[in-house]
C-alpha cells in the first residue's frame, strides 16, 4: 500500500513539475487537483471526487469507465467535457484513479468527523521543518497520534501521511 501511494504522490509532483516546466501559467492549472475538480466539475457532479468515483465509474483493465456512456474518462474529458486543458485532464484522470484505486481508509476511519481529507490536512495540520506532519496549533506528530486517534493499523500510518503531506504541499 505505501508503494503504490508513494508512486501516485511522486506522479503528481511529476505532472506539477512538467506543467510549471512547460509553459507560463500552466503551473496554476495543476496547483490542486481537488481545487480543479471542486471549480470546474463539482458543479454538475457531486461536490467531492470520491463521491464522483464511487457512484458513477469502473474500472476496466486499469482504465477509468463512465457507467453512464460506457467510455474511458480521459476520452469524455478530451471531447470537450468540462472544459478541462490537457494538463488539466491529466491530473484529474490521475486523481479520479487514484481514489479509485485507494482502499479508503480515510473514508472507513475518518470521514465521520472530518469529511474530506484536503479539509482536514489543510485546516488542521501543517508540515513542520523536517517536513513532519504535526498538528497546526499544537505540533503534536500525527504519525504518534493518528494509531490512538484514528485506530489506524500500523500498516495504514504511512498511507495516510502520504496522503495528508501530498495535501499540504499542494498550495492554493
Known amino acids: 500500500m505505501l508503494s503504490r501511494c508513494l508512486v501516485s504522490t511522486v506522479l503528481l509532483a ?12 500552466r503551473a496554476q492549472e495543476v496547483a490542486d487537483p481537488h481545487q480543479i475538480y471542486e471549480s470546474q ?8 471526487a470520491r463521491e464522483l468515483v464511487t457512484e458513477t465509474l469502473d474500472m476496466a483493465d486499469g482504465v477509468l469507465i463512465s457507467r453512464r456512456s460506457g467510455q474511458p474518462v480521459a476520452s469524455v474529458l478530451r471531447q470537450g467535457h468540462g472544459g478541462l486543458s490537457e494538463t488539466q485532464i491529466d491530473v484529474m484522470v490521475w486523481l479520479l484513479r ?8 480515510f473514508y472507513r476511519k475518518c470521514a465521520t468527523c472530518h469529511v474530506t481529507m484536503r479539509e482536514l490536512a489543510r485546516t ?41 503531506r501530498s495535501h499540504l504541499g499542494i498550495s492554493d
Open 14 to 25: 511529476g505532472l506539477a513539475g512538467w506543467a510549471i516546466s512547460s509553459g507560463e501559467g
Open 41 to 48: 466539475c463539482a458543479g454538475c457532479h457531486a461536490p467531492h
Open 98 to 105: 487514484d481514489i479509485r484505486l485507494s482502499d479508503q481508509t
Open 124 to 164: 488542521y495540520l501543517r508540515l513542520d521543518a523536517e517536513d513532519q506532519v504535526v498538528g497546526r496549533y499544537t505540533g503534536t506528530d500525527i504519525a504518534a497520534f493518528l494509531p490512538g486517534h484514528g485506530r489506524l493499523a500500523p500498516d495504514e500510518v504511512p498511507e495516510m501521511l502520504a496522503k495528508m
